[in-house]
């Protein structure tokens, strides 16, 4: 996945606040929806951006699907931002 689709779907208050959820755990796209005031077809596009941008992962299980956060992609977007920030140290060594 690129950079620029993890962006954009971080870009979002409610996928923001999906991702917030699931750093408890998994959970069903039934409890996901029933923690917000929208459509249940307005959550279902905002899991479709997260899962395409690879941010999270669904799993089904029966007549349910549960979504849990991909930790790794989290992991590459925080290393890229970090670097972006620079190393003060050597900066001013130099």
């Known amino acids: 996945m690129s950079l620029q689709s993890t962006l954009k779907a971080l870009s979002d208050p409610i996928r923001r606040e999906i991702l917030?959820?699931?750093?408890?755990?998994?959970?069903?796209?039934?409890?996901?929806?029933?923690?917000?005031?929208?459509t249940g077809a307005s959550i279902s596009r905002h899991l479709s951006v997260l899962k395409e941008a690879d941010l999270i992962r669904d799993k089904r299980e029966g007549k349910f699907i549960f979504y849990e956060l991909n930790t790794s992609v989290l992991e590459d977007i925080m290393i890229f931002i970090t670097g972006l920030k620079g190393d003060k140290k050597n900066d001013e060594q130099e």
């Open 20 to 38: 917030d959820m699931l750093k408890g755990g998994r959970m069903s796209a039934g409890d996901i929806v029933a923690h917000f005031e929208v």
